[in-house]
């Protein structure tokens, strides 16, 4: 014991402050119910668009506490609005200050529709927001599965390890092996934790209907789900077919690398020959390489990027059918004993 | 013709009595529970004291005519809705108030429905100062606010303002007038932060003119039905919202066996009465022997082949597509595989 205390204590200030340097990994993502209520109305009420918006809160150790959020207007295209959309943003920050709300931003919400949020944009807003704050995260709401009772929220960040890679634009094939990376790996699922001011509850005790039966109740024991299954092949298929396009892609790489692969051989065979040639005739022998032969030109690697993606929704999909089938299973046997 | 007499001798005995009167008088006529005079000009005793003739001048002439002194038609049938966002904002800028402040004030944001009624779905705090009996509103700030709320949902426009404490104050009045300037009749909701009378008190007013030809005199806040929206809530789940912290979101799953549970437990309810009737223990009642009848009749009537056939086959609908599901799976773990192993060779 005194030995610790003797190595722990004596730390210069510059000790503790490069200490606290190093950042204690995410671990949940601390929201309040005023946020989810918030970010619901909005993806609801533009449903079926999807709409952003900006997470307001505090980094607190491992916890990132995301205490409000305001909504983004629909974007445009147009430069000069863009420009309106970042004022826009300052001022609502500015005014939401007066109010002390907390003014740190910590990420932002989007809605999707059935999970299709794995994106190029996502990955590429998320860079912009990582320039800036050290930990953000992204939360996705999708209102289409609040119609099934359930409460479809994920707190996402992607890895470090993606970042990287993404920073240094490699993804080569190459480079992903030595990191090891794998389409599970670009994003992270955080847990998210809800909470409420004791003020709330409160209420929200005094002000819960007698009725033993809610809203969402009612949701959960609907039986029709083929809608959304339906629309959920149809997303998967579409993915499929994406998916097929990005393989063949690499496909053609890979034929027209072993082409020029064989090219190179037989070209640098003739040149051994030829040399042995001159070599005979007692004449100086020709270099081995010549950069200007179009049969040396590196061949541009496609990016997995996309097709990694891809594989994400995919995978968030079958996830989806999964689920909503596990479901809908304790649903039928639920119905048959009732029948029975 | 008398009000113009008495008028000439403020102050006599008579006038206290006349004012009692019509006090009382403008009471039964509303019928309110809640009962505010408010003049802008009382601290002008001489002023109140013109106001009170009025009254009783009014009483006088109503005989005669009715249009001299009268409330603004007020549109009897108004209420309000109130979603819980609202309310978890208004607590949210309460519990971040300032040193000092002892209420919050806000903007309520919404739309006035086609049948009257008043949808409250959004909101703001205004930041304000308070001395004594003024009240001092950061214009500048709420429109700049109503401005970018504008921006994000156009068809949200001002409904009225909110005010944390125990029905209206004396300060109300001035602050409602300058709502009243941004949109016709606005709403006043009151929450009682501080549970004064043990239980939430959560109130919204509309005022209705007392006035005298053009001249407006008082205004008079009138309580409304308010309903509150829980179907939101309801589809978060009481659960989440209601206490101080989750630890984590249930999923699909468990949200299912929350719902069956609560069924369950419901079946269990309606058979105890059920037996309960029967064996004569409890006094039945049609209206519920009635919804049980209804309740039963609506399950559709099926031979058991047939409701086995659609189960089965539903049941083998999902398993099919769990069976897909997985196929991909395994297709895309396959295909990451083989394009590592293309790449080494």
């Known amino acids: ?340 | 013709m008398a009000a113009g007499l008495n008028r000439d001798k403020p102050g006599s005995q008579i006038k206290a009595n006349i004012y009692s009167q019509a006090h009382i008088q403008l009471k039964t006529k509303s019928n309110l529970n809640q009962f505010i005079l408010e003049s802008k000009l009382s601290n002008n005793p001489s002023s109140l004291c013109s106001l009170k003739i009025l009254i009783i001048h009014q009483r006088m002439a109503a005989a005669i005519e009715h249009t001299v002194l009268q409330f603004a038609p007020s549109s009897a049938k108004i209420s309000a809705k109130l979603h819980p966002l609202v309310l978890f904002n208004i607590c949210d800028c309460y519990v971040r108030r300032r040193d000092q402040a002892e209420r919050v004030i806000g903007t309520l944001l919404g739309s006035v429905l086609p049948d009257g009624t008043v949808d409250i779905r959004n909101s703001y705090a205004v930041p304000h100062n308070e001395f004594s009996d003024e009240v001092a509103l950061d214009i500048d700030y709420h429109h700049n606010m109503l401005l970018s709320h504008q921006k994000v949902n156009p068809k949200e426009v001002i409904v009225g303002w909110y005010s944390t404490g125990l029905g209206v104050t004396g300060g109300s009045a001035l602050i409602h007038e300058f709502y009243s300037r941004e949109v016709p009749n606005p709403v006043h909701l009151t929450v009682d932060t501080g549970f004064r009378n043990g239980e939430s008190t959560i109130r919204a007013y509309i005022t209705v003119n007392l006035c005298l030809g053009d001249r407006q005199l008082a205004a008079q806040f009138q309580e409304i039905p308010l309903d509150f929206r829980m179907v939101e809530a309801e589809r978060v789940g009481f659960d989440l919202l209601k206490s101080t912290m989750v630890d984590k979101l249930p999923t699909d799953l468990e949200g299912m066996e929350v719902s069956m549970h609560r069924l369950l437990a419901l079946i269990d309810d309606v058979y105890l009465y059920v037996d309960n009737v029967v064996e004569g223990r409890v006094e039945p009642d049609n209206e519920i022997g009635r919804f049980i009848a209804d309740t039963v009749a609506s399950l559709p009537k099926f031979s058991p082949q047939a409701f086995d056939k659609l189960v089965n086959d539903n049941l083998q609908d999902r398993l099919l597509l769990v069976y897909l599901a997985s196929i991909t799976r395994t297709q895309l773990s396959l295909a990451e595989k083989l394009n590592t192993a293309a790449q080494i060779l």
């Open chain 1, 1 to 340: 014991m005194a030995t610790t205390n003797s190595n722990t204590v004596p730390r210069s200030f510059l000790q503790v402050a490069s200490a606290e340097e190093v950042a204690s990994p995410l671990r949940v993502v601390q929201i309040e119910g005023l946020v989810i209520l918030k970010i619901i109305k909005h993806c609801k009420e533009f449903s079926p668009a999807l709409v952003t918006g900006q997470l307001l809160g505090l980094d607190v150790g491992s916890v990132l506490e995301v205490t409000n959020c305001f909504p983004f207007p629909v974007r445009e295209e147009d430069e000069e609005i863009e420009a309106d959309g970042a004022n826009y943003q300052l001022d609502m920050m500015k005014c939401l200050r007066e109010v002390n709300v907390d003014n740190n931003t910590v990420g932002w919400y989007q809605s999707t529709m059935f999970g299709s949020f794995q994106q190029v944009e996502l990955i590429e807003t998320f860079m912009n927001y990582q320039e800036n704050i050290r930990r953000c995260v992204c939360i996705i709401y999708d209102p289409s599965r609040s119609n099934q009772g359930g409460l479809a929220f994920k707190a996402l960040k992607l890895s470090d390890s993606f970042m990287d890679l993404y920073r240094n634009n490699n993804f080569t094939g190459e480079k992903l092996r030595e990191k090891n990376l794998s389409w599970v790996d670009i994003f992270e699922e955080i847990p998210i934790k809800v909470t409420n001011s004791a003020l709330i509850t409160a209420f929200m005790t005094e002000l819960e209907g007698d009725s033993p039966v809610a809203q969402c109740d009612y949701d959960r024991l609907q039986l029709s789900t083929n809608q959304f299954m339906e629309s959920n092949m149809e997303f998967l298929m579409d993915c499929m077919e994406d998916l097929t396009m990005e393989q063949q892609k690499f496909q053609y790489y890979y034929r027209s690398l072993s082409r020029q692969q064989s090219q190179q051989q037989a070209w640098l065979q003739k040149r051994r020959a030829e040399n042995n040639a001159r070599k005979a005739a007692g004449e100086e022998p020709l270099p081995e390489e010549d950069p200007s032969n179009p049969v040396f030109k590196l061949i541009p690697e496609p990016s997995r990027l996309e097709s990694f993606l891809i594989s994400n929704r995919i995978a968030n999909y079958c996830n989806q059918i999964n689920g909503v089938a596990g479901q809908s299973f304790s649903r039928l046997y639920l119905m048959k004993a009732l029948h029975d």
